[in-house]
C-alpha cells in the first residue's frame, strides 16, 4: 500500500468515536451509576467504570436508547429521587426506577469528557413531548420547562446539540412501529417543532435497523422525501456475530459494512438529486458492534426484572479483530459517515465490564476502539491496499488485509491502522512513504494471540491486551513489517 497525503478522504469528525447508553440490563444500573459502590461518587456514578470511559475516548454517548426510547417518559427521570417512578419497561421487559434521567446523564457524560446525544421518543409519543424535552434542556429560562429544570438543581442548560428522532421506528419489534410514510410525516413535524425551540441543534433520522430489512433502501427514500431539509444525518445500524463455524466470513464483517454504508450514501444522493436539494444529507452509524443475537432469548421469554443481566457478551480475540475492521470501515467513509455510536458502553455487549460491588475491566474490544480513538485524528488517507484473497460463504472473494491511515498534517504524522484476517500465516507488509520522505521510525502494536478464543475477564482481566512488535523497520522510504495471523495492529509512523 502507499501513504501519500494527497490521497485525501476527509477530515475524521471526532464523534465517529462515540458509544451509546441504553437504558437496558446493567448499562446504566451497577454499569455507570452504583450508589452503594465504593468507588461511587457523591451523586452514584462509579469511578471506577468513569475512569475507564475516559480512557476509551467516547467524544459522544446516545443516550437513553435503543428501543427503551420508544415508550419513555423522560418527565419521571427529573425531580426529587424518592418522588420517581417506578415504570414497566415494555422494550426488555424490565422494572425501571427512574434514579438516572437527563439531568443526571447530561451533566456525567460531560464528566467523563463525553457530549450527549438525546433520542426523543416517536414510537408512544411525538411532537409535544419531544418539543418540551429541548426546552427543558436547552433553554436558559423563563419558561415552564426550562424553569422546571432550574427548580431541579441546573441553573444553567444542558446546551444538547443533537438529536434521534426516534429509534429503530422501521423495526415491528419497537414499541409504537410506523410504516416508512407514518414515521416520516412524524419525523418532520417534530424536526419543525424542536427546531424552533432551538435552531442551533442537529438532527437524525432514523434510516434502516439492518441491511437485511425487507423495506430497506426504500425507507430511506420515503423517510428523506419528508424530511430532507429538516435533518441533518440518516442512520444505519450493524450488528455482527460468527455464525457457526464460519469464522473466515466473520472476519470480513467490515466488507458487508462497507456495503451497507455505500448504499444509503447512494440513496441519500438518490433523493437530493430527485429533491434538488443543495445540502449533502451524511450518516450516523449510531448502533454497531459484535453482537451474538442467536444467544439471546429474546424480549418476549424474559421475566420481569430490575436490572437484569442482558446481552452481556464476554468477547474473544476474534471479536477484538473484527470491531477493530468494522473501525477501519468507518474511518474509510469518513467523508459521509460523521457519527458512530459503539452498543453499548457498559455490560451490554459493551467495551467495559463491572461487577455489582465488585471491579471494572476492559473486554479485549476495548483496546482497538481505545487506541483507533486516540491515534485516529486528523485527515483519512486512501491507501488501496493490494494482497491476497480468500474466499467467504457470506461474502464471496474478500481481501486478507483491509487498512486505512489517518495523517496528522500539523505534527507530520501518520497512523495505519491495519487488520490481518489470514488465521494461521502472518502477512507481510509493505508500505511507500515515499510521498512523506521525513517519515524514519515507526512502532508497531498488535492485538492477537495464540488462542483466537481467549477472553478478559473479572479474575483476568488483563488476559489480552496490545504488545508492541519488534519486526517494524522504515528505510528507502519503505516500512516494511509482519501482521501476524488474525490481528489487529497499529503503526504509529513518525
Not at 151 to 180: R, V, Y
Not at 223 to 247: F, K, P, W
Amino acid at each position: 500500500m502507499t501513504i501519500d497525503p494527497s490521497f485525501r478522504i476527509a477530515e475524521v469528525d471526532p464523534r465517529v468515536y462515540g458509544s451509546f447508553v441504553e437504558h437496558m440490563g446493567r448499562c446504566v444500573y451497577t454499569g455507570i451509576y452504583e450508589p452503594g459502590h465504593d468507588s461511587a461518587d457523591a451523586h452514584g456514578f462509579r469511578g471506577d467504570v468513569a475512569d475507564l470511559v475516559r480512557e476509551l475516548g467516547t467524544p459522544v454517548l446516545r443516550y437513553p436508547g435503543g428501543n427503551f426510547v420508544s415508550g419513555y417518559t423522560w418527565e419521571d427521570g427529573i425531580g426529587p429521587r424518592d418522588r420517581r417512578p417506578t415504570r414497566l419497561d415494555l422494550a426488555w421487559r424490565s422494572l425501571e426506577t427512574n434514579q438516572v434521567g437527563v439531568d443526571e446523564f447530561a451533566t456525567w457524560s460531560r464528566g467523563v469528557g463525553s457530549e450527549p446525544i438525546m433520542a426523543v421518543n416517536l414510537g408512544t409519543r411525538g411532537v409535544d413531548a419531544a418539543r418540551n424535552l429541548v426546552e427543558y434542556a436547552n433553554h436558559p429560562g423563563g419558561t415552564r420547562w426550562s424553569d422546571l429544570r432550574r427548580s431541579n438543581g441546573f441553573a444553567d442548560p444542558h446546551g444538547i446539540k443533537l438529536w434521534c428522532l426516534g429509534n429503530e421506528m422501521d423495526g415491528p419489534w419497537q414499541i409504537g412501529h410506523k410504516t416508512a410514510l407514518e414515521y416520516a410525516r412524524l419525523a418532520a413535524e417534530t424536526a419543525k417543532a424542536m427546531r424552533r425551540v432551538d435552531p442551533s441543534i442537529e438532527l437524525v433520522a432514523c434510516g434502516s435497523s439492518h441491511s437485511r430489512m425487507p423495506t430497506f433502501g426504500t425507507w430511506e427514500e420515503t423517510v428523506l422525501r419528508e424530511t430532507y431539509d429538516l435533518v441533518d444525518y440518516i442512520s444505519l445500524h450493524s450488528y455482527y456475530e460468527q455464525r457457526g463455524d464460519d469464522r473466515g466470513s466473520f472476519l470480513a464483517s467490515a466488507v458487508n459494512l462497507d456495503r451497507f454504508i455505500e448504499a444509503v450514501i447512494a440513496t441519500c444522493d438518490h433523493a437530493r438529486g430527485v429533491g434538488r436539494h443543495s445540502k449533502r444529507i451524511n450518516l450516523s452509524v449510531d448502533e454497531w458492534n459484535v453482537w451474538y443475537q442467536s444467544r439471546f432469548v429474546g424480549e418476549d421469554n424474559l421475566e420481569w426484572e430490575q436490572t437484569p443481566r442482558l446481552i452481556e457478551d464476554e468477547y474473544s480475540v476474534v471479536d477484538a479483530v473484527v470491531v477493530g475492521s468494522l473501525m477501519i470501515s468507518l474511518l474509510k467513509h469518513a467523508d459521509r459517515v460523521k457519527i458512530a455510536c459503539l452498543a453499548q458502553l457498559v455490560n451490554v455487549i459493551a467495551p467495559i465490564r463491572s461487577e455489582p460491588g465488585g471491579p471494572a475491566w476492559r473486554q479485549t474490544s476495548f483496546h482497538p476502539f481505545a487506541l483507533t480513538s486516540r491515534h485516529g485524528r486528523g485527515t483519512v488517507l486512501r491507501v488501496e491496499p493490494t494482497g491476497p484473497l480468500y474466499d467467504t460463504a457470506w461474502l464471496g472473494e474478500v481481501p486478507v488485509v483491509d487498512a486505512t491511515a489517518v495523517y496528522d498534517e500539523e505534527a507530520g504524522g501518520v497512523t495505519l491502522f491495519a487488520v490481518n484476517r489470514d488465521q494461521r500465516e502472518p502477512v507481510a507488509l509493505d508500505v511507500d512513504l515515499r510521498s512523506l520522505p521525513g517519515l524514519t521510525v515507526a512502532e508497531h502494536v498488535a492485538l492477537f494471540d495464540a488462542d483466537p478464543e481467549a477472553t478478559n475477564t473479572a479474575e483476568r482481566p488483563d488476559r489480552v491486551t496490545p504488545t508492541k512488535q519488534p519486526d517494524v523497520k522504515v528505510a528507502d522510504g519503505h516500512l516494511t513489517a509482519a501482521l501476524p495471523p488474525l490481528s489487529w495492529n497499529m503503526f504509529r509512523i513518525g
